[in-house]
C-alpha cells in the first residue's frame, strides 16, 4: 500500500491550499487518516486526523476554524481544506493512515511541501 499526497505548493499569506491523500488501488474506508506536519527544526505535529467512518474529526488549536477534513464520497481520497494560511504553516505535510484495529498510524507518505510566503 503507497500512500501519495498532493496540492501543496507556494502561496501567499491568506491564501488556500487543498490537501489530497489517496492511496492508489484500496479504499481509505477503512482507515483512520490523519494529517501531519513538521517544519524545519521542530517534531513532526498532527493537524488533524478523521475516522473511518468519517463521522468523528479533529483539529490541532493553531488551525481550528482556518482547516477542514473531509472524505470522498467514493472513499479514495482524503482532503484537508486549508484557509487563511499563515507562514507559520508552512511546513512538510503528510498523510497517515491508521487500522481500525490499531491505535497509531500504520501508513504514511513521502509528503508535500507547503509554502506560505509573500
Known amino acids: 500500500l503507497q500512500v501519495v499526497e498532493s496540492g501543496g505548493g507556494l502561496v501567499q499569506p491568506g491564501g488556500s491550499l487543498r490537501l489530497s491523500c489517496a492511496a492508489p488501488g484500496f479504499s481509505l474506508d477503512y482507515y483512520g487518516v490523519g494529517w501531519f506536519r513538521q517544519a524545519p527544526g521542530k517534531e513532526r505535529e498532527r493537524v488533524s486526523c478523521i475516522s473511518s467512518s468519517g463521522g468523528s474529526n479533529r483539529y490541532a488549536d493553531s488551525v481550528k476554524g482556518r482547516f477542514t477534513i473531509s472524505r470522498d464520497s467514493a472513499g479514495t481520497t482524503v482532503y484537508l481544506q486549508m484557509n487563511s494560511l499563515k507562514p507559520e504553516d508552512t511546513a512538510v505535510y503528510y498523510c497517515?493512515?491508521?487500522?481500525?484495529?490499531?491505535?497509531?498510524?500504520?501508513?504514511w507518505g513521502q509528503g508535500t511541501q507547503v509554502t506560505v510566503s509573500s
Open positions: 497517515s493512515l491508521r487500522p481500525r484495529y490499531l491505535d497509531n498510524p500504520l501508513y
